[in-house]
């Protein structure tokens, strides 16, 4: 086994809670992009937004995937991670790439659950539901064009990970 696996979702899909869990059953290295960046730049991801813009955030976001991406590791991802095509193309050729699928009101049911949702800025400023479904709307497709697995987010993050390890133990994730 050596390997990298990228967990990539919407916001609130549970990349880093399922990533953190798959990383201490594999015995990885368990790294969230987001974290990264705002170690790297001592910064919040909503600073950097608000003061420098998201398109320079994208970039900071690009850096930083290919920063952490060593053998061994599971590296969730920011949400918009997969809307660059660079992107998608550096994860599927270093490892292999789990969508945690989930619907809109789903993850606005999580996100709605957690007050200090802080961490991103509004994309739109609309409500969370609406957002939701613009963002899955524009991104569905790239999730799963990027995606070697797509797995049901709405399971348990014990069932996903025992799911994903059985992968990794019978070749299918190799
Ligand atoms: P992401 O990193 O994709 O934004 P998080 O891991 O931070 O998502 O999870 C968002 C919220 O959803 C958290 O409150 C978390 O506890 C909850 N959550 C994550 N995964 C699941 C799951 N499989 N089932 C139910 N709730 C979950
Ligand atoms: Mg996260």
Same mark, same amino acid.
């Given at each position: 086994?050596?390997? #990298?696996?990228?967990?990539?979702?919407?916001?609130? &899909?549970?990349? /880093? /809670?399922?990533?953190?869990?798959?990383?201490?059953?594999?015995?990885?290295?368990?790294?969230? /992009?987001?974290?990264? #960046?705002?170690?790297?730049?001592?910064?919040?991801?909503?600073?950097?937004?608000?003061?420098?813009?998201?398109? @320079?955030?994208?970039? !900071?976001?690009?850096?930083?995937?290919?920063?952490?991406?060593?053998?061994?590791?599971?590296?969730?991802? =920011?949400? =918009? #991670?997969? !809307?660059? &095509? *660079? %992107?998608? @193309?550096?994860?599927?050729?270093?490892?292999?790439?789990?969508?945690?699928? &989930?619907?809109?009101?789903? !993850?606005?049911?999580? !996100? +709605?659950?957690? $007050?200090?949702?802080?961490?991103? $800025?509004?994309?739109? =400023?609309?409500?969370?539901?609406?957002?939701? *479904? *613009?963002?899955?709307?524009?991104?569905? %497709?790239?999730?799963?064009?990027?995606?070697?697995?797509?797995?049901?987010?709405?399971?348990? $993050?014990?069932?996903?990970?025992?799911?994903?390890? *059985? +992968?990794?133990?019978?070749?299918?994730?190799?």
């Amino acid at each position: 086994m050596n390997q #990298i696996l990228f967990i990539v979702g919407a916001r609130g &899909a549970g990349k /880093t /809670t399922v990533g953190k869990l798959l990383a201490n059953e594999l015995s990885y290295t368990f790294i969230d /992009t987001d974290h990264h #960046i705002q170690q790297t730049s001592n910064m919040t991801i909503a600073d950097i937004v608000s003061q420098q813009g998201w398109q @320079q955030f994208r970039q !900071l976001e690009s850096q930083a995937l290919q920063q952490v991406s060593q053998s061994n590791r599971v590296i969730s991802t =920011g949400g =918009g #991670i997969i !809307l660059s &095509a *660079e %992107n998608r @193309q550096y994860m599927r050729q270093n490892g292999t790439v789990i969508y945690l699928q &989930a619907s809109a009101s789903i !993850l606005a049911e999580r !996100l +709605m659950q957690q $007050p200090e949702n802080t961490q991103r $800025p509004s994309l739109t =400023g609309k409500s969370i539901v609406e957002e939701m *479904e *613009e963002v899955l709307a524009a991104r569905e %497709n790239l999730y799963c064009e990027c995606a070697n697995h797509i797995i049901n987010a709405q399971l348990s $993050p014990e069932k996903i990970t025992a799911y994903v390890k *059985e +992968m990794i133990l019978s070749g299918i994730i190799s």
